[in-house]
């Protein structure tokens, strides 16, 4: 049995390491504009990556229970790397409370590749977790993987550098192997990812496909959402509700880069490893 939230209005909870998840958010709020969204960038904690599965379950815990009490609806886990480490951790927890994770779009890869050779770009969590053995065993026969964890690239990301050289060398030491096995497809298994888009297509050249997963989540989350009956029924632009638990001077900073829209941020702390408090 599912929480019943009586709400339609209530927010939906979604949540990153940082804001890599904001790419999520924006495919939400193109399918579903009315919907008020709580989201939580963990900059105290980011990058996840290179954390252990235990630590990343605790934070993701914490990060849902916070969400929840704000009246969350749905919980978007917009990490690969969240996704890998804790989301069965967190449907284990929450019993009555709907997600929506995010696996490496594998599966899609497969199905127009025309070399048989893709291209992943995910961090190590990502990669070690059983989520993602579990994907290339369903859907990656007959293809070959090629996988990198562009070392530095969510830190970059972090700090708005978009399209700098440190940015570019990091994509370029990931992507030339790849383009040397030939490979016509790129997955993008990590939502910080999608902001590098342009850069990344300027390195493969037009002609390589690049798989930004968000549209497929946000379209998993609206369906969730009406097959509980749980849309938002306004007609006016849902809000939007920024929360970090790192340095908001810096986050401020960085989402104009990120996102077409004006939101404020609000910080929180971490009082242990699963307590958030305002
Ligand atoms: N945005 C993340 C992901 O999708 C997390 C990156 C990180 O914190 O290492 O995997």
């Known amino acids: 049995m599912k929480r019943i939230v009586s709400l339609t209005n209530n927010p939906i909870g979604v949540f990153d390491s940082g804001v890599g998840g904001l790419s999520v958010l924006k495919a939400m709020r193109e399918q579903m504009p009315a919907e008020n969204i709580i989201y939580f960038g963990d900059q105290e904690h980011v990058p996840y990556g290179a954390r252990s599965m235990e630590e990343i379950q605790k934070f993701s815990e914490g990060i849902t229970q916070f969400l929840l009490d704000k009246n969350s609806k749905l919980i978007v886990v917009a990490c690969n790397t969240a996704s890998a480490a804790a989301l069965t951790y967190l449907r284990q927890r929450f019993l009555d409370v709907s997600f929506v ?77 790849m383009l040397e096995k030939n490979i016509d497809t790129v997955v993008l298994g990590c939502t910080h990812y999608p902001f590098v888009i342009p850069l990344i297509q300027q390195i493969v050249g037009k002609d390589v496909r690049v798989i930004d997963p968000a549209p497929s989540v946000a379209k998993q989350a609206k369906r969730l959402l009406e097959a509980d009956g749980m849309r938002s029924i306004s007609d006016t632009k849902g809000n939007i509700q920024y929360f970090t638990s790192g340095d908001i001077s810096v986050v401020e900073s960085v989402l104009p880069k990120l996102l077409q829209e004006d939101i404020t941020v609000q910080q929180v702390f971490w009082e242990d490893d699963r307590q958030i408090v305002a």
């Open 101 to 177: 994770g995010m696996e490496p779009a594998v599966k899609p890869a497969a199905e127009i590749t025309k070399t048989g050779k893709v291209g992943v770009l995910a961090t190590p969590a990502t990669f070690q977790g059983a989520l993602y053995a579990s994907v290339v065993e369903r859907f990656g026969t007959g293809v070959e993987l090629f996988q990198d964890t562009c070392p530095g690239l969510v830190s970059r990301i972090e700090k708005g550098e978009l399209d700098t050289d440190a940015t570019r060398t990091i994509l370029e030491n990931a992507l030339h192997p």
